[in-house]
């Protein structure tokens, strides 16, 4: 039951949201992409005051600039796909550095499905501007949709009877019927919404660091390669400790307790880490640094009547995949606010679900940096990791425990609570003591890694003309994107092939394995190069059960392939 049936958007209803990082973007782009299904045309109005387009800190929302395998099969599936300007390099391993071991972790399927991106227009003193920046990309995406965007800062807000109005200087206050809070933890604009008096206080937040090494896309390449470098090293107070490779620029990122030069220094000392770094060895050494605070978690109250408050500012996934967070906060807020309404009561029914989903998967996440932290201190137990994963790697699938729990870990591609669970069961915790009793240390060889060697900036899996990416008759338990190229789509009948359909980018296929324990219905080859996204089945469910206007895009694409399937078999008939 609505408490007030004034609380909807409508055709001329007004909304701001203030911040036009992720959360802002992916809020307003759906709201607006959402309103032609609905028929109504709502403005929206986005405040950002940065220009993204610059170089440094202060054209930068200030991350690692990880996007997260969940994240890179959502966009694709909602028809988003990452630009390869904007993609610095995809990434399909993983490697772990203990203080005295290394391993490597493969992507599942192998394939470029983590992109690592600039926020914005690049560190400090780039000169090769062949990118750009990832907010930027989608912020012009929400414009695209109709969002105006005003490169201005909000400096008050205030209440306009009952309804919020916004300030900024110089210009007369204008009021809106929502506002959407996108403001991150880097801004003192929390004060602002605490202010209007609903309840909210802003989430906790600690400091982080982040340094940008200008090594040259060569340098890069060979030493970091395709991969991310986590550290897991007897360094009291870390949580998280990587090297993230772009296009020629390398990031440090340092997320812990108390981050401060002296930490960094003392990290980047470490014989493990100063292999990547080149001979660098101080706080001092990037060519661009800076020490954004990361969100603690989660917000108090964060929505009221007219109000919602969405990614870091409202709820976002600790240490983890913070734009993830943004994307999927901001896309329930666009469907609760179009779909239900704006007032308290539809928020606390629409949108408090997935913020409390988010709040107790944190506190799993707390306990399992706790376990880490553990792990850490003792040279068995993190030998134990690394030989468990090395004898992992000549396996397959659901044998890799230790791996997997890692790579989602590390990754953020699964929700803390799912790892946490995976760790309580009887054969990783029978594997792991066995390893850390017995066992090899010594790496997989070449040959049991599966390595393909990819362009640096494209993401998915490439296939060559003629060769098959799904076969008629098999079992599959995952749908694909086409990222670029064309695929043609096959069944055989009386022993001949009749090609059913021509599939291109943004297409859709094997979704049916997604709903259907049943095999393949058809054959799909590549028809000259190909490149194609795999979509996980427990990501894209994790999705559908998050956000069911998700399932929608799915039947979207079932219907239109219906249609065209009944077009092309008259068409046979006929003949
Ligand atoms: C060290 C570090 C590393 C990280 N690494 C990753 C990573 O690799 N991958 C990942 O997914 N996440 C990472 N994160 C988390 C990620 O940065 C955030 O979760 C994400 O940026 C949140 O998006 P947002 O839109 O909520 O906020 P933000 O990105 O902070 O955007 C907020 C926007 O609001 C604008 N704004 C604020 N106040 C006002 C105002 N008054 N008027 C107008 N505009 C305003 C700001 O200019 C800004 O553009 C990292 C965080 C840190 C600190």
Redesign the pocket.
């Known amino acids: 039951m609505k408490q007030n049936s004034s609380l909807f958007l409508d055709d001329g209803s007004r909304v701001a949201v203030?911040?036009?990082?992720?959360?802002?973007s992916f809020f307003s782009y759906f709201l607006l992409h959402m309103t032609q299904r609905v028929g109504i045309s709502p403005s929206v109005d986005i405040?950002?005051?940065?220009e993204f387009s610059k170089l440094g800190p202060v054209g930068c929302?200030?991350?690692?600039?990880?996007?997260?395998e969940s994240?890179v099969q959502s966009l694709s599936i909602e028809g988003i796909k990452l630009p390869e300007n904007v993609v610095q390099r995809g990434i399909n391993s993983f490697q772990l550095h203990t203080d005295k071991e290394s391993v490597t972790m493969y992507a599942p399927f192998n394939e470029m499905r983590i992109a690592t991106v600039y926020?914005g227009g690049g560190p400090r003193g780039a000169t090769e501007l062949k990118w750009e920046s990832f907010?930027e990309y989608l912020l012009q995406l929400a414009g695209a949709e109709g969002a105006n965007i005003i490169r201005?800062?909000?400096?008050n807000l205030s209440w306009d009877g009952q309804k919020p109005q916004v300030h900024i200087k110089d210009k007369e206050p204008q009021t809106y019927d929502l506002i959407v809070g996108?403001?991150?933890?880097?801004?003192p604009?929390g004060e602002?919404f605490e202010n209007l008096s609903f309840g909210y206080r802003k989430p906790g937040a600690r400091k982080?660091?982040?340094m940008e090494f200008a090594f040259g896309s060569e340098y890069v390449t060979n030493t970091l390669g395709n991969s991310m470098h986590a550290f897991l090293m007897n360094l009291p107070g870390l949580h998280f400790a990587a090297l993230?490779p772009k296009g020629n620029h390398v990031t440090m990122?340092?997320?812990g307790d108390d981050i401060n030069n002296k930490f960094v220094d003392n990290f980047m000392q470490r014989p493990p880490v100063q292999k990547y770094l080149a001979g660098n060895d101080s706080h001092t050494a990037g060519a661009c640094s800076c020490s954004?605070?990361?969100?603690l978690g989660d917000a108090t109250q964060p929505f009221g009547d007219r109000v919602v408050l969405?990614?870091?500012?409202g709820m976002?996934r600790l240490n983890?995949?913070?734009?993830?967070?943004?994307y999927r906060t901001a896309k329930v807020a666009a469907v609760t606010a179009l779909f239900r309404g704006i007032s308290q009561k539809d928020f606390q029914d629409g949108y408090l679900p997935i913020c409390n989903a988010i709040k107790l998967d944190n506190r799993f996440g707390r306990v399992i940096y706790t376990i880490v932290e553990v792990i850490k201190k003792s040279r068995w137990l993190t030998r134990g990791v690394v030989r468990m994963i090395n004898s992992e790697q000549r396996k397959s699938g659901k044998q890799r425990r230790m791996s997997m729990v890692l790579w989602d870990m590390f990754t953020?591609s699964a929700p803390y609570r799912d790892v946490f669970m995976r760790c309580l069961h009887p054969g990783f915790i029978g594997g792991y003591i066995r390893h850390i009793a017995f066992g090899s240390s010594a790496p997989a060889t070449e040959a049991d890694r599966k390595e393909e060697v990819m362009e640096e900036t494209a993401l998915g899996r490439l296939y060559h003309n003629g060769e098959i990416i799904i076969q008629e008759g098999e079992p599959g338990d995952c749908m694909y994107v086409i990222q670029s190229g064309q695929a043609e789509v096959i069944i055989t009948q009386d022993g001949k092939e009749v090609s059913l359909s021509v599939l291109s980018q943004g297409d859709v296929f094997g979704e049916m394995a997604l709903f259907q324990q049943q095999p393949r219905s058809a054959t799909v080859r590549a028809m000259g190069d190909t490149r194609v996204l795999t979509i996980d089945k427990r990501i894209f469910l994790r999705r559908v059960h998050e956000d069911p206007s998700f399932a929608y895009l799915i039947l979207q694409k079932m219907s239109q392939r219906i249609r065209e399937l009944d077009s092309e078999m008259a068409r046979i008939k006929t003949k």
């Open positions: 203030i911040g036009g990082g992720p959360a802002g405040y950002e005051r940065r929302n200030m991350c690692a600039g990880v996007i997260s994240l926020r907010d201005d800062r909000v400096i996108a403001f991150g933890v880097n801004s604009s602002l982080t660091s982040n993230v990122c340092l997320i954004p605070y990361a969100s969405i990614g870091d500012s976002s983890k995949d913070g734009i993830g967070s943004a953020g």
